[in-house]
């Protein structure tokens, strides 16, 4: 079936930058939205930032100016770029993917969240 894995997380200073994958696999016939969520310790999880098929993006205000999303849909895998990283960035980055797929050999529609990975921004 569908998969997403993530990698690129880890632990940063502060003002420093990473950037973050998300490719997607399941014999996947299109691709809609794609996007990275986030959740802090004792937080729920929120939006960092998304994009449409066509490349339209949206971003959480907190991370305006310093994160960017993009994808490459020959690669079916969306990044996420994040500078000037603070302290209070840090937390496990979801990506979630919708889309449809080839399963049996007819087509299903899937919504699908990535295992997460870790961003830790500490001196």
């Known amino acids: 079936q569908v998969q997403l894995v993530e990698s690129g997380g880890g632990l940063v200073q502060p003002e420093g930058s990473l950037r973050l994958s998300c490719a997607v696999s399941g014999n996947i016939f299109s691709i809609n939205a794609m996007g990275w969520y986030r959740q802090a310790p004792g937080k729920q999880r929120e939006l960092v930032a998304t994009?449409?098929?066509?490349?339209?993006?949206d971003c959480a205000d907190s991370v305006k100016g310093r994160f960017t999303i993009s994808r490459d849909n020959a690669k079916n895998t969306v990044y996420l770029q994040m500078n000037s990283l603070k302290p209070e960035d840090t937390a496990v980055y979801y990506c979630?993917?919708?889309?449809?797929?080839?399963?049996?050999?007819?087509?299903?529609?899937?919504?699908?969240w990535g295992q997460g990975t870790q961003v830790t921004v500490s001196s």
């Open positions: 994009i449409t098929s066509g490349g339209s993006t």
């Open positions: 979630k993917v919708d889309g449809r797929n080839w399963f049996r050999g007819l087509l299903h529609d899937f919504d699908n």
